[in-house]
């Protein structure tokens, strides 16, 4: 029989945090009083994570592993969870322990009221520095600006999703995810859950600025043509300050000031200049080439080294 829960749990070289995450999402989800699986993605840990999934899955019958060949990154350990769980309602939740498991049973809440897809959005954010919380905002406002989706602000990967929804997200395969972003273009109904974020249990931060910004490159080009349309315009703009900076030579030069901006330094900065513009958009054009080609290739998302067994599928 097929539990009417999934909770899915991305981890990697998590061991400070995965006794305490197990002992509370337990908790949590026995409140319910209905099934309910754990399906914990170990994304290529060395710490010694996996050894602890084994021995939950011994000792716990709700607990699936997952575990990948090696580090594939927290939205592919995601996709993984969602391709192995059978769940009516699946739960995104970190392995950190910021977002609590019991803010679970106010999503489920908005679920049994009929929403599809219940996202968990940030009122507070203990334990967080000034520059992440200003480029976190900076990130959101950047991405509701210029994609082609909404996506509310202050709101991550904590979410619960109804099984339609997750069908439709599992034939969604492109290699380059955002799932945050993916999830709302689904549509179906959805609605906000506000909570209080902690701080990490323990362990550091598996998303350091390199990664947030290369998960903000995924999100614009996933969902948006801007940076490419933004070349269009910035082109054109120069075309048109060229043009009338010749008007403005011409006229000079009939005034006798012909030396006016004369000289090869003037010449050397504007080549310099217009270089540097032509290379950064040859770099956006190569980020959505490169996206395609990733695509083109046709390898799968990520390879496993141990599945639940194909009767618990």
């Not at 999402?25 to 993605?41: A, N, P």
């Not at 507070?124 to 905002?137: H, I, M, N, Q, V």
């Not at 999830?183 to 249990?201: D, E, H, L, M, N």
Request: with cysteine; aromatic share 12%.
């Amino acid at each position: 029989m097929k539990p009417v829960y999934s909770v899915i749990v991305p981890v990697f070289n998590e061991t400070g945090c995965l006794e305490e995450l197990h002992r509370r999402v337990s908790e949590v989800m026995e409140k319910t009083g209905e099934s309910w699986e754990l399906v914990l993605v170990d994304d290529g840990s060395t710490d010694g994570s996996t050894e602890m999934i084994h021995n939950f899955a011994q000792t716990d019958s709700h607990v699936r592993p997952v575990i990948f060949a090696r580090n594939y990154g927290h939205q592919l350990a995601v996709t993984a969870g969602m391709d192995y769980s059978r769940g009516q309602a699946v739960i995104v939740i970190d392995a950190d322990l910021q977002d609590p498991p019991e803010v679970m049973l106010d999503l489920i809440a908005k679920w049994r009221e009929g929403y599809e897809v219940v996202y968990a959005v940030r009122e507070e954010r203990e334990g967080e520095s000034g520059f992440k919380l200003f480029t976190a905002s900076l990130f959101y406002k950047v991405i509701h600006k210029i994609t082609d989706i909404k996506i509310p602000m202050n709101t991550g990967d904590f979410r619960l999703l109804d099984r339609k929804v997750v069908n439709v997200m599992n034939t969604m395969r492109e290699h380059q995810r955002f799932l945050r972003g993916m999830s709302i273009w689904t549509g179906f109904r959805q609605i906000g859950v506000p909570y209080k974020r902690a701080a990490r249990f323990a362990g550091s931060t598996k998303y350091p600025l390199k990664k947030m910004i290369k998960l903000a490159m995924t999100a614009i080009t996933s969902f948006s043509y801007f940076p490419l349309q933004l070349a269009t315009w910035v082109g054109a703009f120069f075309t048109a300050v060229s043009f009338l900076f010749l008007v403005v030579m011409i006229i000079l030069r009939f005034a006798a000031h012909s030396t006016f901006l004369a000289g090869q330094v003037t010449t050397l900065v504007a080549v310099i200049f217009l270089g540097g513009i032509q290379l950064i958009f040859l770099g956006v054009l190569g980020e959505y080439i490169g996206r395609i080609y990733d695509e083109v290739k046709g390898r799968p998302l990520y390879t496993t080294r141990e599945t639940p067994s194909d009767e618990n599928n």
